[in-house]
């Protein structure tokens, strides 16, 4: 049995003057895949945020690894560094002279400042690797602002992978992604976490990848409204009272 | 024709000595404070922040201190207001700053309508007068540029990814909201230093043009930052030169050359001097 990496408590979180997450507990067992599925303004990207410590809760417990959560959302730098985060974008309007590596390359680095030269070589040979294994080697030069928006999340994935990590939240990172490089995102997920026992999270609105990788499925609308395995969680029962009765579960015959 | 004995005289002045060694230190630190301002579009901000220096000068003159002294604790402060007022507010942050900057330029200009003393010096106030800056004016500048390297050296990285996500900044431990003030009260302190020898109207232009030039010709962000740095410090010291040969005000003259150096980027980046690719056509085509 695995320890949890994440214990989230009766979990209530405010955004712009309402409850956007009212009394949500989970938990995330060590190299699990959990997704957080539901309706736009369920509340998923807030629950997100709050679990990482970027919103203040109204109520509740999170738990990483071990370290409660302070209430201003403060981590020891050494839990942090086991964390990582895919945003929905990043702010790239016009020309941002940032290369491919040089981004990759700030995610290697630690917590706290540091002098840009410190690490350079070993930062180098880390953000090779990375970019290799996110198959983004031959983008390593370009600009950040260059990329489509499905290059930018296969970077966004490498900034994760450049150093060693226990947890990897994902927020809509497959959304834009085409189908071969869908199949590579999920392939990665899958060897981080059986070879380097990594605990994903992902916020996903893709109910047939959802169902197909996960191990957990949250369906939230506010509430927690169901969770547990994609067999159990993902019903058209269930799905209508998560979405409302205008959906119209649909499963792909192909993946059975 | 460049009359070099004119230029010669000139520049034994030890007036213009310090001028241009001023302007060198401005243009760079502006260059630099920029670089980042512009990514994170704080353009508009800086130019709130000149305004509502002109209105420190006058607070200082009405209650009888040195404006000098009065304006940079006035420019932090307002700094950290008008940050707390766009971080709380639901209206659009180019709204508020254009509020804010027109009611202090407003009440600086009723404010100053008071004072029968001042009202030759506000042309100064404006444009600034780089000829009058002092030894001790240099060594803060100076100062204030070797602590804006430092600290722009060591926070590169949290610099870069509060621009790009302030949640993927927060998430892999930078201290967004610490940053954010920091990064903002370094550019008060810098445009209230810079003041005298820039200008209120002036300032933002010190702050923006360097660091576009900068964005549009580098591939490499140490490389931009240090190039925006160089070219807003050169360019202050062409233009320093080129009004003390024609006697043009000091302040216009060098956002006329930064405006030049804008163009030639505008141009070397447009791609017309890039070679042509030297690959072979591909016959099916």
Redesign the interface.
Known sequence: MHSPVVVVSDLSVERSGRLAVEEVSFELQSESETAVVGPNGAGKSTLVAALLGLLPRTAGQVQILGQQLSSNGDLPGAIRSQIAYVPQSLALQGRFPLSVAEFVGFGFDPPGPRWPWHQHRKRKSAVEKALDRTGCIDLRNRLLSELSGGQLKRVMLSFCVVRPRQLLVLDEAQAGLDVPSNERFQQLLLELRRQEGWTVLHVSHDLDMVRRSSDQVLGLNRRLCCSGSPDHTLTPERLVDLYGPNMVPYRHQCHG | MVDIQALALVLAEPFMQRALIGGLLTGALGGLLGSVAV?R?LSFFSDALGHSALLGITVGILIGVNPTLVLIPFAVVFAILVNQLVERSSLPTDALLNIVYSTSLAAAILFLSLVESYRGGIRQLLFGDILGVSSLDLIVIGMLLVAALIYL??????Q??L???Q??A?????QTRWHRLAFIVLLAVVVAVSIKAVGVLLISAFVVIPACA???L???????VIVSSALGGTCALLGLLASGLTNLPSGPSVVMVQFLGFLIALVLSSGIFRRPSTTAPDPQL
């Open positions: 990514l579009e050296s060591l926070s590169l990285r949290a870069v990814l621009t790009l996500n949640e993927l927060g998430a892999v431990g930078v900068g964005r549009l580098c591939r490499r962000f140490p490389l931009y």
